[in-house]
């Protein structure tokens, strides 16, 4: 589990819809301190003027937020600096012109878009990995966020492009740093409401799709608290082996060959009878081992 008292850095947070923000909470109700980043100043303001209304004063007072460009190589590094010492890092970045690199046709001659894409949500990882490892002096662990790279959805083009190399320089990453005692591990995320998803176009259409291939239920609000989860895991003690991967966090809709058949969809709420079995099944377990303890 997370360090208790030990420093996160969890970068990428817009508002309280952002998967940094589920993250960040969550590394927090297990004890960890978390320092956020924000792209950039106009975007902090942003963030406490519009971006998080749902909390309380007490809640925004609480949170230490930086500005951190990860195009901006000085920024990366000056950010590590002035932090010190940490235990793991959340990239949850990512970034490609809708107009140019998501449209209904891949083909783009944009290839200063193309190339920006690309830095934002690929090439960055491996600069914040080179400065963020050298403050991990007992080893750690940098998690960032990917989406179905093997498949090629509609619109995602060059996102998907750029999450499939995201994948392959975890990996690179992964046997660089390891000698460090530094893993390096992404999350495959199934589609989830954030700034970021509303701006691919027919974002709609991809959360009507994981209706019809995931095998369980997928809520595109809730399931964040899900991906927030595995982070956790990710970052912390129980994850100690596990480096190089890209770990699916999907509802399993990328281990699936095609739609569901109707009879195969998830039951919304597990029928009344089903629970009662499980709730008695527990109590007959618990009696169980009471018994072998007493
Ligand atoms: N929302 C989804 O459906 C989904 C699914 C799988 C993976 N992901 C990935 O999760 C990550 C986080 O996205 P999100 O969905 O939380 O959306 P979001 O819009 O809340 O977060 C994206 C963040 O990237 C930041 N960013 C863009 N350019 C930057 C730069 N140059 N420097 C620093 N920060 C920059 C933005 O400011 C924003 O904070 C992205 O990599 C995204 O591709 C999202």
């Known amino acids: 589990m997370i360090k208790k008292g030990g420093t996160y850095v969890v970068m990428g947070l ?26 950039n100043e106009r975007l902090k303001k942003i963030f406490f003027d519009r971006g998080c209304t749902d909390l309380s004063q007490e809640e925004k007072d609480a949170m230490d937020i930086r500005y951190c460009d990860v195009t901006v190589e000085n920024e990366v590094r000056n ?24 449209g209904d046709k891949v083909y783009t001659n944009h290839f200063d878009d193309i190339k920006q894409g690309f830095h934002i949500s690929c090439a960055s990882l491996a600069t914040v990995a080179e400065f963020a490892q050298e403050h ?10 990917s989406f179905a790279s093997q498949l090629a959805f509609p619109y995602y083009n060059w996102m998907g492009v750029n999450k499939a190399a995201l994948e392959a320089l975890v990996r690179a990453l992964a046997r660089e740093y390891g000698r460090e005692h530094v893993r390096v591990n ?9 700034k970021a998803a509303k701006s691919i176009p027919h974002f709609a259409h991809l959360a009507r799709t994981w209706k019809k291939i995931s095998p369980l239920p997928w809520d595109v609000i809730r399931d964040k608290q899900e991906v927030a989860n595995a982070v956790v895991f990710l970052l912390g003690e129980y994850s100690k082996k596990i480096t190089g991967q890209t770990i699916y966090v999907d509802g399993g809709a990328s281990s699936v060959g095609g739609e569901l058949l109707p009879h195969e969809r998830p039951i919304k709420t597990m029928p009344a009878k089903r629970k009662a079995e499980a709730k008695a099944r527990l109590a007959r377990m618990r009696a169980l081992q009471k ?3 007493g």
């Open 14 to 39: 817009l508002n309280t819809d952002s998967i940094a923000y589920a993250a960040g909470k969550m590394i927090e109700s297990f004890g960890g301190q978390v320092i956020y980043t924000v792209q």
């Open 79 to 102: 950010l590590f600096k002035d932090i010190g010492e940490i235990n793991g890092v959340v990239h949850s970045i990512g970034f490609a012109n809708p107009k140019t690199c998501l």
């Open 136 to 145: 991990m002096s007992k080893g750690g662990s940098i998690v960032t966020l």
């Open 186 to 194: 992404a999350i495959s995320a199934g589609p989830l409401a954030t």
């Open 291 to 293: 018994n072998k303890s």
